[in-house]
């Protein structure tokens, strides 16, 4: 069975700091990779997804993630965060022959102060 | 378009009094549909899931059982709830079939076991 880690639980940053928020599966099939966010009080949303092809994705909001594939990563990336990226984000992954099933990381809370 | 609906909202119930979540989906026939479970701190745990009508697995032995009476239709249950079964549930869906497709949340349902 799959598996998905997080590593960073609670992350505290600046506006106009940098992001970056750790992602790693053990699956040694094939997979496809997601980040999704929760804003405050809203339903959990897509932020960015990969299924093949350029290992760099770029999703909404100036988001974008690298999947490495050598290190089972898929790191999410923001060069400047705003006040309002301020939210849960979780890192999640489905192998391809197990129904679109997916396995969440355990969420990181971002908090960036104005 | 497709849209999901999840409710109740919140819910306080009584250790031993039952439980039922439902949630529907309009605008898709056959879709995956998931129950997960939001804990503090510990991600999204994946509860159960359905690829058809009376299709259900369970990834997680636990006091909640599921069902699927209709194609559209999800329903959370539990005959004696527990301290332990408070959290936010999340209902999904996803495309039935295709390999690279996303999950989709309903909004969520707050439950506080008192």
């Known amino acids: 069975a799959q598996s998905v880690s997080q590593h960073n639980h609670h992350v505290i940053l600046s506006e106009a700091a940098s992001l970056e928020l750790g992602c790693n599966y053990s699956y040694g099939g094939t997979v496809n990779l997601f980040w999704y966010v929760q804003y405050p009080g809203q339903h ?19 988001f974008e993630a690298e999947f490495i594939k050598s290190k089972f990563s898929f790191n999410l990336r923001k060069p400047s965060v705003q006040w309002s990226d301020t939210a849960e984000y979780f890192c ?13 990381g355990g969420g990181t809370r971002l908090m960036v102060k104005p | 378009s497709q849209t999901i609906h999840q409710w109740p909202a919140t819910l306080v119930q009584p250790v031993g009094s039952p ?3 439902e949630c529907t989906v309009e605008g898709t026939s056959n879709p995956n549909l ?34 699927r009476p209709q194609d559209r239709q999800f329903i959370l249950s539990s005959k004696k709830l527990l301290l332990s079964d408070s959290g936010f549930y999340l209902c999904a869906w996803s495309s039935w079939g295709g390999m690279n497709t996303e999950a989709f949340f309903g909004q969520g349902t707050r439950l506080t076991v008192v």
């Open chain 1, 44 to 62: 959990l949303q897509l932020l960015l997804k990969y299924f093949s092809g350029d290992p760099l994705v770029k999703g909404i909001k100036g």
């Open chain 2, 19 to 21: 439980l039922s979540l």
């Open chain 2, 34 to 67: 998931y129950w997960y479970r939001q804990a503090a701190g510990r991600g999204l745990q994946l509860l159960f899931y359905s690829i058809g009508i009376g299709q259900i697995s369970s990834e997680v032995p636990q006091n909640l059982s599921a069902s």
């Open chain 1, 92 to 104: 999640a992954v489905n192998a391809r022959n197990a129904g679109n099933m997916l396995t969440f």
